[in-house]
């Protein structure tokens, strides 16, 4: 069967997981987690994201995934709640742009949290520039209501879109999360250097935290806390792993 076929019965069979990747602050503690999707498919083995999303984009499938990743990861964000060393920690969920753009998308995420009970000021929505700029009014709309209720919007791999600076300023954003791309670089080039320093500085003027991600060195680390960053996500800190190789407890991090 092709790749297409087996996906509407992945869910069905119970094949898909959530991965978690830390996000830890300047002491290296971990505050929360982004989720991240796996297919675990019976014959392939484990299958990445970027294998199926856009697919599942296509055939409009996103959204049924899209809810099963919601609801796995408030879920999630539950049992946590009920021990103290836990009961802090944010859940940032990848949306994909087909799915935000549902008309029904607002009541799927409410919907969703009041069936499982979470903490809406825990949950995280990583929305990326690109699907932010289709239409303006719409967009607005979702976002304000759904952060009437608590839940936070970060901006993911920003730097990387349609940098046009003045929807920041229109959009109720929490985070920006800066693209691994220019962290990558920032130790070998000034231009990434540049760039990563003025997100931060952008950020912080706007009110907004700001997140570096890919952050894989020790040396990538200090120079970002030089540049006032103060959260982190990469593999010097940790690889999405499934829950039951996840070190929450802070002091397990690094
Ligand atoms: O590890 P990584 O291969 O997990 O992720 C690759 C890409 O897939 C990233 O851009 C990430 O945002 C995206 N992705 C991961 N999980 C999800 C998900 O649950 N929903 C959507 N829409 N995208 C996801
Ligand atoms: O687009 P988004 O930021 O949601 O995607 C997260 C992706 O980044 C996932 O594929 C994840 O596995 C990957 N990732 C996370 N940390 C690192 C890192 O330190 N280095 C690299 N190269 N990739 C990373
Ligand atoms: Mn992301
Ligand atoms: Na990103």
């Known amino acids: 069967a092709t790749l297409e076929a087996d996906l509407r019965y992945a869910l069905q ?3 898909l997981r959530l991965y978690y990747q830390p996000v830890v602050d300047t002491g290296g503690r971990v505050t929360g ?3 991240l ?17 856009p697919q599942a984009e296509k055939s409009g499938l996103i959204v049924e995934l899209g809810d099963w990743v919601l ?3 408030c879920r999630q964000l539950v049992c946590w709640a009920t021990a103290a060393d836990s009961a802090h920690l944010t859940m ?11 008309p029904a998308f607002v009541d799927q995420v409410l919907a969703v949290l009041e069936r499982t009970g979470a903490d809406p000021r825990l949950l995280k929505l990583e929305l990326t520039e690109s699907m932010l700029l289709a239409d303006m009014d719409d967009v607005i709309a979702k976002m304000t209501t759904l952060k009437a209720h608590g839940v936070g919007f970060a901006l993911d791999d920003f730097g990387t879109g ?21 962290v990558h670089d920032m130790l070998h080039t000034r231009h990434a250097s540049s760039i990563v320093r003025a997100i931060i500085t952008l950020a912080y003027s706007m009110d907004l935290a700001v997140v570096a991600e890919g952050v894989e060195t020790r040396e990538q680390w200090s120079a970002l806390e030089a540049f006032g960053c103060n959260a982190f996500q990469g593999y010097l800190f940790g690889r999405a792993v499934p829950l039951g190789e996840l070190a929450v407890l802070p002091e397990a991090g690094v």
């Open 13 to 15: 069979r119970d094949e």
């Open 33 to 35: 987690v982004e989720a």
């Open 71 to 73: 609801e796995a990861a």
């Open 37 to 53: 999707l796996r297919w675990q498919h019976p014959q392939r083995g484990l299958i990445g994201p970027g294998e199926f999303i």
């Open 162 to 182: 349609y940098s046009s600076l003045s929807y920041l300023k229109l959009l109720p954003i929490d985070q920006l999360k800066i693209d691994r791309s220019f």
């Open 92 to 102: 940032a969920v990848n949306v994909s742009a087909r799915q935000f753009r549902q």
